[in-house]
């Protein structure tokens, strides 16, 4: 006879014991009656033992069935107290973090999450890239990603952090010498501080249901939002910023959001992890404090989500 406990055959056979007949069993199991009798008889045979006497009206346990049943809800009961010890262990958050950002988002945005992640979270270390490739999380062994912008097809989890928003903005003393300045078409009269993406140095604005596209020349492109920020508070231009960059120069008096509501549209930040069903206890609160992070932040528009979805796939 096999000594090996097979945990699974003997939760089908306490439930046998428990409902009084394998249908009863097999439907609070989501299995069929089929399987549950197969298993059971497997059982039997290998434990050389009959546990229940059939008859086509009642399901008898035996006095050996009765003894393994009651042995049987031990085994049960201490497995489900092990597992229940090590799942409050791994709570806690610890090891590595390996983590991915852009460039410009983590410098401003991530390293702030990371400073609270680490002070919250004694026993982990980051490890964190920022670059504007791409990073194959899973096969570079990235635990998570924070990604601005739409997502792409890859078969990931994400979870939405919520989106940025944006805004026009220049220096008082620029707009006290430049021309009047009332509508989008205005615009081509100012000196524009705009942050190319690719090549391309123009800006698609909407305001509500209206859109203008900007296509003007810029007095001045940058690759970097931080560049064009410094730019306008030089009173160099008017330039487009992340509301969460700008709005502490607007607080100091030092910027001046210019036509309110025209920007260009939200964008969606996600954090992006291999897996949601086996999330480890670290990234989970990363992602967690994260989420918290963004909906305190005057950035963040009430449109975030804390399901975890897939990732286009």
């Known amino acids: 006879m096999s000594t090996s406990i097979d945990l699974p055959e003997m939760r089908i056979f306490v439930a046998a014991v428990s409902d009084g007949s394998f249908t009863a069993a097999a439907d609070r199991l989501g299995t069929d009656k089929a399987r549950v009798s197969r298993i059971v008889s497997r059982m039997e045979k290998k434990l050389g033992a009959q546990l229940f006497t059939r008859s086509t009206r009642r399901l008898n346990v035996t006095e050996v069935g009765r ?67 791409l990073v194959d999380i899973i096969h570079e062994g990235f635990n998570v990603a924070i990604r601005v912008g739409e997502l792409e097809d890859s078969g990931l989890s994400a979870r939405k952090l919520g989106e940025i928003t944006y805004g026009l903005y220049a220096a008082p003393g620029y707009l006290k010498r430049g021309p009047a300045l009332s509508t989008v078409g205005d615009l081509k009269y100012h000196s524009l501080i705009m942050k190319t993406t690719r090549g391309r140095s123009n800006w698609s604005l909407v305001n509500g249901e209206n859109a203008e596209k900007v296509t003007v020349s810029p007095r001045c492109a940058v690759n970097s939002t931080i560049a064009a920020k410094n730019l306008a508070l030089a009173e160099l231009g008017i330039t487009h910023l992340p509301r969460f960059l700008a709005e502490p120069h607007v607080a100091a008096g030092t910027l001046t959001c210019v036509l309110p509501g025209w920007a260009e549209a939200p964008a969606p930040v996600h954090a992006v992890f291999p897996s949601s069903r086996y999330m480890d206890p670290k990234v989970r609160s990363f992602v967690d404090l994260c989420l918290s992070a963004f909906k305190g932040s005057e950035a963040a528009l009430p449109r975030t989500g804390d399901a975890i979805v897939q990732e286009m796939t």
């Open 67 to 133: 003894d393994y049943f009651e042995r049987a809800m031990c085994i049960l009961t201490a497995a489900e107290a092990a597992e229940t010890a090590v799942a409050q262990q791994s709570r806690e958050p610890k090891g590595l973090l390996k983590l991915t950002a852009g460039s410009e988002f983590g410098t401003m945005v991530v390293d702030e999450w990371i400073g609270a992640f680490l002070r919250m979270a004694p026993k982990v270390t980051v490890e964190a890239e920022y670059t504007n490739r």
